[in-house]
């Protein structure tokens, strides 16, 4: 199937710090980007999306910006805080389904 | 407004036994979801259906056969479990592929 590769696969910063997730995409028919966090023991839930009809979206603290040229997708956490810490998943979709990649952990320490 | 619900919870399993999955969820959704998750794999498509009485495969459909007679409803089956198929389950739905996919709390199988 179509491949979606997440990078890095743990990451760990200071509160207050920024944090950056990126990933690639192999179909070139992919519009629609989205970005779910995962708390231990817990499902995942969406945090914010992006599709291919723009390059750049931001929710207060959180940010998505996509090179569909690149075929690449990035997501930006700005300032920090320990409730961030989480597993967070980036996908793209392909058909009727969407391809994940396989998840960054992320650490927040105070 | 329950969204979406799995049962059972958790489940241990012999090998070669057989069990269903039940996702049930009160959104609507056309399109519903079948996904495993294994440590350091991220979140795998089992099967997928985009509406009531159809079902399609996803990356890593052997082992497990779907329905879904109601619309609300998504069964995920397995035949004869195997370890392999120790992993937690996670169920999800949305209107379309390109809006929200909402999950269910997941189901954890232990197969011995």
């Known amino acids: 199937g179509e491949n979606v590769e997440q990078h890095p696969s743990t990451l760990s910063v200071q509160e207050g710090d920024s944090a950056v997730i990126k990933c690639t995409y192999s179909?070139?028919?992919?519009?629609?980007f989205p970005w779910y966090k995962q708390e231990l023991g817990k499902r995942p839930q969406l945090i914010i999306d992006i599709r291919s009809n723009v390059g750049e979206k931001k929710d207060q603290r959180i940010a998505v910006t996509l090179n569909k040229t690149a075929k690449h997708f990035s997501l930006h956490i700005t300032e920090t805080q320990p409730e961030d810490s989480a597993v967070y998943f980036c996908a793209a979709n392909s058909g009727y389904a969407l391809n994940f990649g396989k998840g960054t952990s992320l650490l927040v320490t105070p | 407004n329950a969204g979406v619900t799995q049962t059972p919870k958790f489940r241990v399993l012999k090998t070669g036994q057989s069990m269903t999955l039940l996702c049930a969820q009160d959104m609507n959704h056309e399109y519903m979801y079948w996904y495993r998750q294994d440590p350091g794999m991220g979140l795998r498509l089992i099967h997928y259906?985009?509406?009531?009485?159809?079902?399609a495969k996803g990356e890593v459909p052997d082992g497990y056969n779907v329905s879904r007679l109601k619309k609300q409803n998504f069964l995920l089956g397995l035949e004869s479990a195997a370890p392999s198929q120790t992993s937690v389950y996670f169920c999800?739905?949305?209107?379309?592929?390109?809006?929200?996919?909402?999950f269910g709390p997941g189901t954890r199988l232990l197969v011995l």
């Open positions: 259906s985009v509406g009531e009485g159809t079902t």
């Open positions: 999800a739905s949305s209107f379309t592929p390109w809006e929200t996919q909402y």
């Open positions: 179909d070139s028919a992919s519009n629609y």
